[in-house]
DNA sequence: ATACATGCAAACACTTTGCAGCACA
DNA sequence: TGTGCTGCAAAGTGTTTGCATGTAT
């Protein structure tokens, strides 16, 4: 084992604006997008590029959560804790699940068929209450 | 409730040849680009769009599975039960996971927010066989 | 006959990258 | 003072869509 070389980083302004464009949004799991507006609306001058190469950086050091959603932006955190996920199919929106982690879930994998896993994530899929509410507005006006 | 109206749809060749593509490469998790490769050999005329609009379609009336992935291609698959996967950090590569299906996970939910929960995937991440070995391969040559 | 389906190309959403200049350590 | 970082713009990946034409029922 070769000494792991402490990936090189320097303490931006960028980069720390963008950590606090992720904590000022702590909970509603923003999209790059979201963090980038907040950033660029007050520093007209940071480029997307930059939060995007910034929000990589912070998730490979642990300071932010990256949530990878199917068919959608990429979502942070700050919570750094593993948990698990609710998404909306209608509007896209997602929340954390109130339910715990299961640490060992994949001791259930009877084959892996050499595949050495090392997390996993669960992501529970259906309406929210908002979108929900929308439908059944819809479904009695017909 | 009014009559649910069954979605509409014709049996074109484009749609047989899909399925049969979907079915030929059973078991591989193909992504819509390996099927279209597959269709578009034999029948260059087909196109993409037409791949993409008829994997929905079949995937929307259950005859074949979507696989959602983040960060990657959505990939489909015959097997239509419910099932979770493992996906190689390195390649990108899906297979299926040998567990059983959890179907009242969503019961340990202690808090909805009003969410409407119809179902949920796991997905399981590592490295698979094959890039495990490159990745010993690439750690002896320094 | 008439919707649904197709083919094409353009648009779309999200993210990455090449490059020249800048600034943190 | 040098390498990591930035801004810009362009390219890349995967998917959807507008529209005129075609075709299954």
Same mark, same amino acid.
């Given at each position: 084992?070769?000494?792991q070389?402490? !990936? /090189?980083?320097?303490?931006t302004?960028?980069?720390?604006?963008v950590?606090?464009?992720v904590?000022?949004?702590?909970?509603?799991? /923003?999209t790059?997008?979201?963090?980038?507006?907040?950033?660029h609306?007050?520093?007209?001058?940071?480029?997307?590029a930059?939060v995007?190469?910034?929000l990589?950086?912070l998730?490979?050091?642990?300071?932010?959560?990256?949530v990878e959603? /199917?068919?959608?932006?990429?979502?942070y955190d700050?919570?750094?804790? /593993?948990?698990?996920?609710?998404k909306c199919?209608a509007c896209?929106c997602v929340?954390?699940?109130?339910?715990?982690?299961?640490?060992?879930?994949?001791?259930?994998?009877t084959?892996?068929?050499?595949f050495?896993?090392?997390?996993?994530t669960i992501?529970?899929?259906?309406?929210?209450a908002?979108?929900?509410?929308?439908?059944?507005e819809? !479904?009695i006006?017909?």
């Amino acid at each position: 084992m070769t000494a792991q070389t402490a !990936a /090189p980083t320097r303490n931006t302004v960028q980069r720390a604006l963008v950590m606090d464009a992720v904590r000022s949004l702590h909970g509603t799991h /923003p999209t790059s997008a979201d963090i980038y507006e907040i950033v660029h609306a007050e520093h007209p001058h940071v480029s997307r590029a930059t939060v995007y190469r910034n929000l990589g950086v912070l998730a490979e050091r642990g300071e932010i959560l990256r949530v990878e959603v /199917p068919n959608g932006a990429d979502r942070y955190d700050l919570r750094a804790t /593993p948990h698990y996920h609710l998404k909306c199919q209608a509007c896209g929106c997602v929340l954390d699940a109130d339910m715990p982690y299961h640490a060992d879930l994949a001791d259930e994998l009877t084959d892996t068929h050499g595949f050495r896993v090392t997390g996993h994530t669960i992501l529970f899929t259906g309406l929210c209450a908002e979108c929900r509410a929308a439908a059944q507005e819809a !479904a009695i006006r017909g």
